[in-house]
Every structure is written in structure tokens, then in C-alpha cells.
């Protein structure tokens, strides 16, 4: 039935709708007195269809400027990818109207009822212009750059000139990458209007009143409603938000400064040395897999595998997309990881967090079916956020980590303190869409998106004096690519911090159960709720106030014990 597809070492050949329709178009006739068969051969297309658009689309990433990647990419976006999810969708239907559940399979057969409720064919090209517009939201952010020392820095590579001692020279970095990031304000005011207008465009095809409404249905938050994301908000504002204003705090009084502005929130002290924990991708890994193999030993043997078949993208580069994440290659069973690492100890915390993900992949790999290996976003992010937890006891370089022992105990206050403001800023962003997509009309003019980011930056964000920098404040928008490219995907980064604290505390009194029950979470994949994943790794699903409250304790108690050192 399949004998015509590309192989894996094929699947980014230029295939035609021609030479992909013949494979779906079997599956559509056969009959299903077979089901585990005819779930198979599906499974197999669905891999192979999935990891050609990932390896054309990594490729666009790896180099925004390489116009071959970019007209490849638009070309299946253009000509396959509408064609092949019209056709999905004739399957779907298929399975479904069988009325026939396999084993593992009553969590993935209501997600195809909400995928097949939400199909519209007239929203299949929508889908292929949101892409590519993502495409040009990445390729203007990736020409960002500034001149500096007789060097040409991307924004990325101004990182470690923020620490810098000498506050002169990071207000100065600062001013100057920010002046060129307001030089795209009118580009990427443009751009948000069309993508707005081709969100509100969706939902009315599929007859829902707003984005936010097709967007939970298109995310498949069964688990949850909006309301729960307001609650935790509220939760936000009255637990997080105080104690990211002590951090801020700290950090003043450590710089000796009364209060902090946007280029001293990562500042060192004169008396502390950068952190500079490798010199490049290669030794970020290499020091990644000795880090791993001690919270694991399957875990280090997992990023040993994508070292070995060069599965990692590591370095900061001119042109580069903005971001990291891992992507999946299903035929191959293979995870890949990108980023944009300049030698900072948040490029150690990003290569742990997408490693969760990749090990969520390969956790996975052993379900028969593709349907089965999605688990939903906010908990593929506790496999990502509780990595960067079990990880942190073995970061110093003794254990083949990253740190002595100074090193270390800034790293990880670094790392619980960034958890503290995270979970304010996920509320601004998180609120800022909620605002967008129930007000699509009023966010049509910028001006007020600007303002309605500024009112819940002064909700969520105090303790950073912004004073005089009204521009650069209330454009932030601009720079959380989420809203652009994945829209209302960020409170599942809130949600899963709070999941993977949880699990983390778990670990301080059982490391080894704790993992153990990690990796049970992960490897049931999309086969059960989403409060039943995050209860196979030890933890609860919850918006409120106290289980917020357990959390920023923990937090905060483990950053005074480490100072008290």
C-alpha cells in the first residue's frame, strides 16, 4: 500500500502532491477488517509525511538566508501540505466512523473527534500563509544585528555584554540592540495584522466566535478553560509576583545600585567572574551527556546517540533563526535539537530543556502508532522543565559538569531566581493573547496592543525601572516569537514549571524514584489526560494559589540555603 514513498534518507527530496496522493488514497480504500494493519500503514505515512516537513522546515532555521531552504519549504507548504491534511482528515473520519477503539487508543480517538469537528477545507491554505508568515517573522529577527567593537553581534550575542561590570558598556549594548529591534517596529506591525486577520479568518471558517475558542479546540485543552488561565494569574500576581520582586531586590543591592534598569537584570558584580561555562556547542554537549549519564544512565546514552549522528545545532550564528527547540524525526526515531548557545549558563539550562524533549521522543518511540506518541504541550514541557531540575545536582564540573563550586551555587540561584520572574512574564504574555484574540477588532491597531502589553507589564513586571524607555517597554510583544509563530503556546510553560517543581521536590528526598517516575510519565506519551501524566511523574496539575504557593517556598528556601552555602 505504501511501497511508492520516499525512504527516510529521501524524505527531503522535492516529492510531489502526485507522488505523496496514490499512498493516501490506498489507505482511504482499504478496508479496516484489519484495524491494527491498517493503523500501522498509517502510522508509517504520518512518519514519513511528518519527517519531511521537519527536515524542510530545521532547514530554514539552520539559515534564514538560504533561499533554496526557504523556496523548498514554501513549495510543500504550498503545494503538499493542504492536499496531504484535507486527505488525513478523510482518514480520521474513517477510523472514526468504524466506531473501532484499539488498546491505548480512547484519548487519541477523542483529540480526532475535536481535530475532525474543528476541519475545515477551507482553512487548509490559511494554515500553509501562517507559516510562511512565521517564516518572515524569524527571518527578520535573524537579520537583527548590531555593530559592536569592530564586530558584527547578533541581538543573541549582546547577551554576555549585559553582565558586564561596567554599567556603561551594558546600557550602551542595550540602547543600541534595542534601537535597532524598534528599527522592524513598522514590519512587524504589519506582519501581526495579517496574522491577526488570518486568525480571526480560521475561527470563523470553523464557525467559533473568537481564535482564543478554535485555539483551545485546536490545542486540545479538554483539561482546562480559559477561566483556569485567568485564575492562575491571580495566583501569579499574588505569590510570584512579590517574590520575583525580591530577586529584583537582591540583585540591586548585590550591584549596589537603588534600583535596576532593563540592562542590569543580568549584571555581575565587579568582584564576580563571567560564567562562562564552555567554549562552544561541541563542549556544551559533550559535558551535556557527562551531566545526564549521572541523572540517568539511559538519559546520557539517549544525547550520546545525538551527538554521535550530528542531531544537535548548537552554535549562535549570523542568520540563524531566533530560539531553540526540538523537532522530531519519526521514520528515523530520531530527536534534533537547535538553539542559539553564546557560552552562557542559560545555554546549559536550554540544552538540558530541550534534551527532555528529546528524551520524551525517544521515551515514546515504542508506542505503535503515531497517534499515541503526542502527549499535550504542558506536559512535553515538564519533560523539558523537569530536566533542567534533576539535572542541577550534577553541574559542577567534578561530576563532568560545568561549574567549580562558586560557579555552581551562581548558577543555580541564577536558575531558581529566573523560575521566580519567569511565571510573571508567562502571565504577560499569556494575558496579552487572551486580550488579542477576544478583542480582535481593537488589536488591528498597535498602538493598542502596545498599550494593553504595557497595562499588564505594570500588572506583572514591577521591580525594573523602564523610565524613558516607553518604546522599548511597550513594544515587547515584538519579541516573544510565540505570539507569532505559536500562538497562545506559552501558559503551557507556566503550568508545566509548576508541574516540574513539583517533581523536583520529589527528587530532593528520592533522586533515583523521582526519575524513575519522570520517564513512567513520559513514556505513556498521548495515552491518558493530562492530570494522569502528571500524576505518573509525581505531581499534581493545578492552577491555585497554594500549590503556587508550595513552590515559590521551596524555591525561595533553596536559594537562601545555597547563599547561606
Known sequence: MLNDLPTTAEVTRDWSWAEWQPAFAALQAAPLDDPHGWLAAWTRLADLFGETYARLSVATTCDTTDA???????????????????????????????GIEPAGFAVPLRNMRAEAELFREANLPLFSEERR?????????????????????????????????????????????????LADRAAINQLWRQLLQLRRQLAANAGLPDYRAYAWQLRQRFDYTPDDCLRFHEAIEAVAVPAAQRVYARRAARLGLERLRPWDTHARAADEAPLRPFRDGAELAAR???????????LGAYLATMRRESLLDLDNRKGKAPGGYCTYFATARRPFIFMNA?????????????????????????????????????????????????????????????????????????????ILTFWPYMAVVDGFQHWAYTNPHAADDPAACDAAWDRLWTRFMPGVDWSGLTDER??????????????????????????????????????????????RGLALGGTVTLPE???????????????????VTLIEATIAEIEGG
Open 68 to 98: 533554496t531552504a526557504e523556496a523548498r519549504f514554501r513549495a510543500f507548504l504550498t503545494d503538499v501540505y493542504p492536499q496531504a491534511m484535507a486527505a488525513d482528515q478523510v482518514l480520521k473520519r474513517k477510523l472514526l466512523d468504524a
Open 133 to 181: 508568515l512565521g517564516n518572515e517573522y524569524n527571518k527578520l529577527i535573524g537579520a537583527q544585528t548590531i555593530a559592536w567593537a569592530g564586530r558584527e553581534l547578533t541581538i543573541a550575542q549582546t547577551a554576555p555584554l549585559l553582565e558586564e561590570p561596567d554599567r556603561t558598556v551594558r546600557e550602551q549594548v542595550w540602547r543600541q540592540a534595542a534601537a535597532r529591534q
Open 474 to 519: 511597550v513594544t515587547g510583544w515584538h519579541r516573544k516569537q510565540h505570539i507569532y509563530r505559536y500562538p497562545f503556546y506559552y501558559v503551557e510553560y507556566g503550568l508545566a514549571q509548576l508541574g516540574a517543581v513539583q517533581v523536583w521536590r520529589n527528587a530532593l528526598a528520592d533522586q533515583a524514584g523521582a526519575v524513575a517516575a519522570y520517564r
Open 288 to 298: 551535556g551527556e557527562a551531566v545526564l549519564t549521572r541523572v540517568d544512565p539511559q
Open 342 to 418: 553564546v557560552s552562557l549558563p542559560g545555554d546549559v539550562r536550554t540544552l538540558l530543556h530541550e534534551a527532555g524533549h528529546a528524551f520524551h521522543n525517544f521515551e515514546t518511540a515504542h508506542l505503535p502508532y503515531h497517534q499515541q506518541r503526542h502527549a499535550p504541550i504542558e506536559f512535553a514541557e515538564v519533560a523539558s522543565m523537569a530536566m533542567e531540575l534533576l539535572a542541577a545536582p550534577y553541574l559542577r564540573a567534578a561530576d563532568g559538569g560545568y561549574y567549580d563550586e562558586a560557579g555552581y551555587a551562581r548558577a543555580r540561584i541564577e536558575h531558581l531566581e529566573g
Open 533 to 551: 501524566l502528571f500524576a505518573a511523574a509525581g505531581a499534581r496539575f493545578a492552577f491555585d494559589h497554594t500549590t503556587l504557593q508550595e513552590a
